[in-house]
């Protein structure tokens, strides 16, 4: 079977869902509702005290075009019916469809999300370091140490929790070295930390014992 990832695009109308729109819906809905105020009235004496309202509003909500109407609805579909994909299937299908445009930056969010190892180490780690081979700047959020360890990262940053306080550290796994971004003096085994943190932190370490030596 066929399965497709479709995308719909529809202006603001009565079945619009919130998650459809990158602005709030119900902001969205109150300015449509004063713009038609204004286009009914542009033959009468009230026109420009309806425009003055539809251009505060449209101020207040940050809405600066007609494009911030326009919902976006992404579905799936199997030999034409609609279909609810596993959220494993899911992630694979939205990777896939991130990974396969050409971007100068990707922005990659936990793409270990419901994936078993053996598919972020085939296909999304091996994807990662082709881009990056590619000169893109790619940025990953993740707790995998697959991904962590094996994508060869240039650049680490950890962030750090401890009774109510928050703190960066900056570093690199071919110095071994996290550093402290407000005191220097604190710094950390990038490799303990990965460890410590990261899912299934040493047997990924171990497959790339030669990057960080004994």
């Not at 459809?20 to 004496?45: Q, T, Y």
């Not at 990662?128 to 590619?134: E, Q, S, T, Y």
Request: glycine letters at 6%; aromatic letters at 10%; one cysteine or more.
């Amino acid at each position: 079977k066929e399965l497709y990832l479709c995308t719909k695009r529809c202006m603001l109308n009565d079945g619009s869902r919130t998650k459809d729109f990158f602005k709030g819906i119900k902001s969205l809905k109150e300015a449509k509702k004063l713009l038609i105020e204004a286009l009914n009235s542009a033959m009468n004496l009230e026109f420009v005290e309806k425009l003055s309202n539809l251009n505060k509003k449209l101020q207040e909500y940050d809405i600066k075009s007609m494009d911030d109407f326009l919902g976006i609805k992404k579905y799936f579909t199997v030999n034409g019916e609609s279909y609810w994909p596993s959220s494993g299937e899911a992630t694979m299908i939205l990777l896939d469809e991130v990974l396969n445009h050409e971007y100068d930056v990707y922005l990659i969010d936990e793409p270990e999300k419901s994936l078993g190892n053996a598919y972020v180490g085939a296909e999304v780690v091996s994807r990662i370091i082709n881009l990056a081979k590619m000169k893109k700047t790619i940025v990953v959020v993740t707790h995998n140490a697959n991904i962590a360890v094996r994508t060869y990262p240039r650049i680490s940053i950890f962030k750090e929790y401890d009774n109510g306080d928050y703190r960066t550290y900056i570093g690199s796994p071919f110095t071994d070295e996290l550093r402290n971004i407000k005191d220097k003096s604190d710094a950390k085994s990038w490799r303990e930390e990965s460890i410590k943190n990261l899912e299934g932190g040493r047997e990924a370490f171990q497959e790339r014992e030669d990057i960080y030596g004994d």
